[in-house]
């Protein structure tokens, strides 16, 4: 059950990045496809597996937020990554501010992944 959650996990972690970025350049670009339905709901979707796998990963290895410190930091980095996703797409109102906010939302993601390889905690 573990290598699905994780293979699950890590591909909606790919396609999250992905659309974050997809919405952003067809906003920057003014595009029509901004406003395009599957754009806006296929992220929310992905998100709610990224979030059900990881409690999922937690379950299954028996490592909770609050408990263990690697944990903590990996839910701090989605926490940030998701905010930062928001401004982007929705809060922002300049295409220099989503460019702000979709880069600072990548270097949370990273800054996850560094966590979750390491097993250490951000702070």
Known sequence: MYMAFKHLHL???ALSLL????QVVTQVMDSKMKDAK?????????NTVLIITA??????????P???????????GLVAYVLLAIVAVKWARTNAMRVFALIGAVAWL??????AISKAPLF
């Open 55 to 64: 409690v999922g990963l937690c379950v299954t290895l028996a490592q909770y």
């Open 110 to 115: 990273v800054l996850t992944g560094k966590v």
């Open 38 to 46: 599957w754009l806006k709901v296929l992220p929310h979707i992905i």
């Open 11 to 13: 591909t909606a972690i």
């Open 19 to 22: 659309f974050l970025i997809l």
């Open 66 to 76: 609050f408990v263990h410190d690697w944990v903590t930091s990996k839910l701090i």
